[in-house]
């Protein structure tokens, strides 16, 4: 499975905690002056929240970032820009959240290297594509 985020090669292990949480479909109702219910539906076709997490079923660790992932990441954050995701079969644009990269070390020291490992959360959201 391939995880990617612009040009950020993730661990492919990331698990997408909230896949089936966005509705496929946007739905308003409204009365008529006669009293009859009027249904309207359209697929969704972006605006769909994405986290990916280092941690899967029961909080175990099932992934990670390094710290090189996190820094090219917050570049990202940083300028705003739509991007490319790719996840496993999906292909779609995405931005960073601002504040969507909630990681903290997998063991504490003072010097950070850029290999060191984080586990936490990335939150995305979808603008199309």
């Not at 994405?50 to 954050?77: H, K």
């Amino acid at each position: 499975m391939t995880v990617q985020v612009g040009s950020v090669v993730l661990h492919d292990n990331l698990f997408w905690e909230n896949e089936f949480h966005s509705p496929s479909v946007a739905m308003s109702n409204r009365r008529t002056v006669g009293g009859k219910l009027v249904i309207q539906t359209n697929p969704t076709i972006s605006g769909r929240e994405i986290t990916l997490s280092t941690f899967g079923t029961q909080n175990s660790n099932v992934a990670y970032f390094t710290r090189q992932q996190i820094e090219d990441l917050q570049v990202i954050e940083a300028a705003g820009a739509a991007v490319a995701l790719t996840y496993n079969s999906l292909s779609t644009n995405v931005v960073i959240k601002p504040g969507g990269l909630s990681v903290e070390p997998l063991g504490h020291k003072k010097v950070h290297g850029s290999t060191d490992i984080y586990v936490g959360k990335l939150e995305l959201l979808e603008t199309g594509g």
